[in-house]
């Protein structure tokens, strides 16, 4: 993915842990998704300008073509956000 600038891309795969399900009950939550995936660049102004490139308008095709063997793109939402830390001190939060 060098041609879209991407800095970080991660994974987070849902666990086969029964304390999902406790979660899930807890809340009253629907069934949690298969994961989640996270593309990193350094600021949408840097994505935004990227994007007018043809080298990563091409990359990008590419890698939506790829996903598209394994997504399904009308049920996965998408999003552009911004990272807001709450908390980040390595320690558990005192409940």
Not at 3 to 22: A, C, E
Not at 32 to 40: L, Q
Not at 45 to 74: G, H, K, N, S, T
């Amino acid at each position: 993915m060098q041609h879209i600038g991407m800095v970080r891309y991660v994974q987070t795969h849902t666990s086969d842990n029964p304390l999902n399900k406790l979660f899930v009950d807890d809340r009253g939550a629907p069934e949690p998704y298969d994961g989640v995936a996270e593309a990193w660049w350094p600021s949408l102004e840097f994505l935004q300008e990227r994007m007018q490139d043809p080298a990563a308008q091409a990359a990008m095709a590419e890698a939506v073509e790829d996903e598209a063997r394994f997504i399904d793109f009308a049920r996965s939402p998408i999003w552009l956000g911004e990272e807001r830390v709450i908390i980040d001190n390595g320690k558990p939060i005192p409940y």
